[in-house]
């Protein structure tokens, strides 16, 4: 069937509307024919294996992250040649100390479909959170492990999405974005609005999670929540769709009573990157009149002479 739309008085067809309905068997035999024709065409390509053997040569050598040190311990990546994913290892920062693997993704799955989305080491050194995500999918599956034992504690979260996890001050719980569970078998089709920050205490069910912010009357921004290094104050750098420019929010941690957020930039106007922050000043890199970048200063008790504090790099 072939759908036609009116679009400003123009009609537009659309004979590949019907491929809208992933679950319809029609679609699966057109899919399959489609891969099959493809693979079929591939293989009969006489120079396939010279490039495969090329390029497996190419890819075969050490490939190594940046390290960091947190708490008197070293953690970084490395892949040795034709791996599928990079392994994470740590050891004490020492001589002589022995090089310890810390989470493997390669023997997450038998054929390497699910990776390694991120990881986040706890202030003390003694705990890392990492997320996984099967098949390529966006939705991720967050755990903590021992550092010491290398064996995952019982904390387990899901449903989230575009997503990291951090820790709290006290390395005590994670602050994270989540949407709400997809009804049963809308988990890979289904739209994903009004994403929502929440903390998840250690030892705690996720059920029991508190919420930490949401904006209902924004059904498309999403949130990467995190703290200042004096532990001071909460930020929540905001995004809108895919859009590259984002709004920046915080919260003082320390203010009276039940502090408030704060919307420091909210027009959406340029890209923000938070550097840093000098007891109220904040630094950000942006875009904003910048088409190579700048950094900038704000000094949240007065944001309106941030341009005083220019710098173009």
């Not at 904006?215 to 999403?222: E, S």
Request: proline share 3%; with cysteine; hydrophobic share 35%.
């Amino acid at each position: 069937m072939t759908y036609t739309d009116t679009i400003h008085g123009i009609e537009v067809a659309d004979p590949y509307r019907w491929l809208e309905a992933a679950d319809d068997a029609e679609v699966d035999a057109w899919i399959g024919a489609q891969a099959d024709f493809a693979q079929h065409y591939l293989e009969a390509l006489s120079g396939r294996e010279k490039i495969r053997a090329s390029l497996g040569k190419l890819w075969d050598y050490d490939k190594h992250g940046v390290p960091q040190i947190v708490a008197g311990r070293l953690f970084y990546s490395r892949q040795t040649g034709l791996q599928n994913h990079s392994i994470i290892y740590w050891r004490e920062d020492a001589p002589g100390s022995v090089e310890k693997v810390l989470q493997d993704p390669n023997t997450l799955s038998d054929d390497g479909t699910v990776a390694l989305t991120g990881y986040s080491i706890s202030d003390d050194g003694k705990l890392m959170a990492y997320g996984t995500s099967a098949s390529g999918s966006d939705w991720q599956e967050w755990r903590v492990r021992d550092i010491e034992t290398g064996k995952d504690l019982s904390d387990y979260l899901r449903w989230i999405k575009f997503s990291s996890a951090q820790w709290t001050p006290d390395n005590k719980g994670l602050v994270y974005s989540r949407y709400a569970a997809p009804e049963g078998g809308n988990e890979l089709k289904g739209e994903n609005y009004f994403q929502k920050v929440y903390l998840h205490m250690l030892g705690t069910s996720q059920d029991h999670d508190s919420l930490v912010y949401e904006r209902p009357d924004q059904k498309t921004w999403g949130f990467g929540c995190t703290y200042t290094d004096d532990e001071r104050y909460q930020l929540f750098s905001v995004w809108a769709g895919s859009a590259s420019e984002n709004a920046f929010f915080y919260r003082d941690l320390k203010a009276e009573g039940e502090a408030s957020v704060v919307e420091l930039l909210k027009d959406f106007d340029a890209k923000y990157d938070f550097i840093g922050n000098d007891g109220a000043v904040f630094y950000f890199t942006t875009s904003l009149n910048a088409p190579n970048g700048r950094v900038i200063a704000i000094p949240t008790d007065n944001p309106r002479v941030s341009a005083c504090f220019s710098v173009s790099i």
